[in-house]
């Protein structure tokens, strides 16, 4: 069993910054890739960003590429999304995610076995 903390949301004007956390207890986390999924209001979840267990290999959605930064600490049991240049389509409730047992379907939200309880991101125009 694994449980997942999300922190770090909030409320910034366009162009700025905020750093996401997601703290996990319980199974190795070094050994379990972490994903971070965001759901707007009214829209399907989608993928954001994935890192694998020993931090060495990330992915992005194209629409964050260049914009966010997954990144791991595996001392800390912690996953971080660092989000620069802030859009108002960023808007969404942000969930990071741990994925036991990698079939190979990355960006699907059904590959992912536990969730945290969302934060919500708010970018104003």
């Known amino acids: 069993q694994v449980q997942l903390v999300e922190s770090g949301g909030g409320l910034v004007q366009a162009g700025g910054s905020l750093r996401l956390s997601c703290a996990a207890s319980?199974?190795?986390?070094?050994?379990?890739?972490m994903g971070w999924f965001r759901q707007a209001l009214g829209k399907e979840r989608e993928f954001v960003a994935r890192i694998v267990g020993a931090g060495s290999r990330t992915y992005y959605a194209d629409s964050v590429k260049d914009r966010f930064t997954i990144s791991r600490d595996n001392a800390k049991n912690t996953v971080y999304l660092q989000m620069n240049s802030l859009k108002p389509e960023d808007t969404a409730v942000y969930y990071c995610?741990?994925?036991?047992?990698?079939?190979?379907?990355?960006?699907?939200?059904?590959?992912?076995?536990?969730w945290g309880q969302g934060t919500q991101v708010t970018v104003s125009s």
């Open positions: 319980g199974g190795t986390f070094r050994s379990y890739g």
């Open positions: 995610a741990a994925d036991l047992y990698y079939s190979g379907s990355y960006s699907n939200s059904r590959e992912y076995d536990y």
